[in-house]
């Protein structure tokens, strides 16, 4: 009947609104796509963080929040069992921040995973897929470990050199033959634990990287997280490819840190190259065009190519095609033929050996 007044109306009342939307905190999820690599889902999970009912500075509903916002698939939140520095001012029973959590992450789609951090002395361990959090109090390292297994844990050794360069001490010693962890946390934030890397192979452990956050997570601030290669979206698949080591530490930025297999299983589902490179004469940008659909970045540089061709150093940024550029020098052959070159992916370890991974590729090059 009266459009004009009936806009003014709304208008008023949206602006009447304003305030009231500007008073609550916006929820922006920053998506962190990761491809599906060798049949597997690949779930960006923090399993090492702490809130108020340890030393962490926040409520456990913030750290679902900020999972969520920074497109995390799961979490545990892993307080400490034996450090209590909040314990005049909130409940003792360390079951609460997992039942506080729970139903927020459930109606997020954020899968949660109950968890205790260990905490005896200088060394500890995350126990993960609990069923009882305060079965760990006061006990000792070796009491506490036997407990976890009895539960049906995942245990892992956490920044194992946090206190000084890391040994396999007699008590790491006595816990791995008596089966109490199966992994170590090799990346702990955005500390890096090289001297641990040997024990990866050596006893065929797990390779885990998580942020251990005690503050509210910062917009922007990289988040250090694992990726799990695992057969379905659930606890009891997170719990599987734990087990069976199907993990790749990844510091939020640059640096990712796994074994072999599933570094190359990563970068190979993340950078899709053509089989064929048609060259233009007089065009400078002539090479392999990368397609890199992930969140990753790839650091990459020739390690083995033919004396007749010049491969360029390129970084693949997270969701973009890039040129790997390749020259030709005058003695390349001029008819198209079949190349092989193998490109070290530089931001990478491979915890096998120390150093990047290498990755081979192949195409038929047209001249
Ligand atoms: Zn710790
Ligand atoms: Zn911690």
């Known amino acids: 009947m009266f459009p004009l007044r009936r806009c003014l109306s709304a208008l008023l009342l949206a602006l009447a609104a304003l305030p009231l939307l500007h008073a609550q905190q916006e929820m922006v999820r920053r998506h962190r796509p990761m491809p599906k690599a060798g049949g597997y889902l690949i779930l960006?999970?923090?399993?090492?963080?702490?809130?108020?009912?340890?030393?962490?500075?926040?409520?456990?509903?913030?750290?679902?929040?900020?999972?969520?916002?920074?497109?995390?698939?799961?979490?545990?939140?892993?307080?400490?069992?034996?450090?209590?520095?909040?314990?005049?001012?909130?409940?003792?029973?360390?079951?609460?921040?997992?039942?506080?959590?729970?139903?927020?992450?459930?109606?997020?789609?954020?899968?949660?995973?109950?968890?205790?951090?260990?905490?005896?002395?200088?060394?500890?361990?995350?126990?993960?897929?609990?069923?009882?959090?305060?079965?760990?109090?006061?006990?000792?390292?070796?009491?506490?470990?036997?407990?976890?297994?009895?539960?049906?844990?995942?245990?892992?050794?956490?920044?194992?050199?946090?206190?000084?360069?890391?040994?396999?001490?007699?008590?790491?010693?006595?816990?791995?033959?008596?089966?109490?962890?199966?992994?170590?946390?090799?990346?702990?934030?955005?500390?890096?634990?090289?001297?641990?890397?040997?024990?990866?192979?050596?006893?065929?452990?797990?390779?885990?990287?998580?942020?251990?956050?005690?503050?509210?997570?910062?917009?922007?601030?990289?988040?250090?997280?694992?990726?799990i290669f695992a057969r379905e979206r659930s606890v009891e698949g997170l719990r599987e490819a734990l087990h069976a080591g199907r993990t790749v530490a990844w510091d939020g930025g640059r640096r990712l840190i796994g074994k072999q297999e599933w570094l190359e299983t990563l970068a190979r589902a993340c950078l899709a190259a053509p089989r064929e490179v048609r060259f233009t004469p007089g065009f400078w940008y002539n090479g392999l065009p990368l397609v890199n659909e992930s969140a990753l970045a790839f650091e990459l540089k020739p390690a083995e190519a033919p004396s007749w061709m010049q491969v360029q150093p390129v970084t693949v940024a997270p969701r973009s095609t890039t040129i790997l550029q390749i020259r030709l020098n005058r003695d390349a052959p001029k008819s198209p033929g079949r190349v092989a070159i193998r490109l070290q992916v530089s931001n990478t370890t491979v915890t096998e050996t120390g150093g990047p991974l290498v990755l081979p590729f192949e195409f038929e090059l047209h001249p």
Not at 61 to 84: F, G, K, N, P, Q
Not at 94 to 123: C, F, H, W
Request: charged share 25%; no cysteine.
């Open 44 to 227: 960006k999970a923090d399993l090492h963080m702490h809130t108020v009912f340890s030393d962490g500075q926040v409520w456990p509903v913030t750290r679902v929040m900020e999972a969520w916002r920074e497109d995390l698939d799961a979490i545990s939140i892993t307080d400490h069992d034996d450090y209590r520095p909040n314990e005049k001012d909130v409940s003792m029973d360390l079951s609460r921040p997992y039942e506080i959590a729970r139903p927020i992450a459930e109606g997020l789609g954020i899968l949660i995973v109950p968890g205790v951090e260990i905490t005896k002395g200088d060394i500890h361990f995350n126990a993960l897929f609990i069923k009882d959090h305060n079965a760990f109090r006061g006990k000792e390292l070796i009491t506490a470990l036997t407990e976890a297994r009895k539960q049906g844990a995942f245990s892992f050794w956490n920044h194992p050199g946090w206190k000084g360069r890391a040994q396999w001490w007699p008590v790491i010693a006595t816990a791995y033959s008596d089966k109490l962890f199966q992994g170590i946390e090799l990346l702990n934030g955005p500390v890096y634990y090289e001297e641990a890397r040997q024990w990866i192979g050596q006893h065929g452990l797990t390779v885990m990287g998580n942020s251990d956050i005690h503050n509210a997570s910062l917009p922007d601030e990289p988040r250090t997280m694992n990726l």
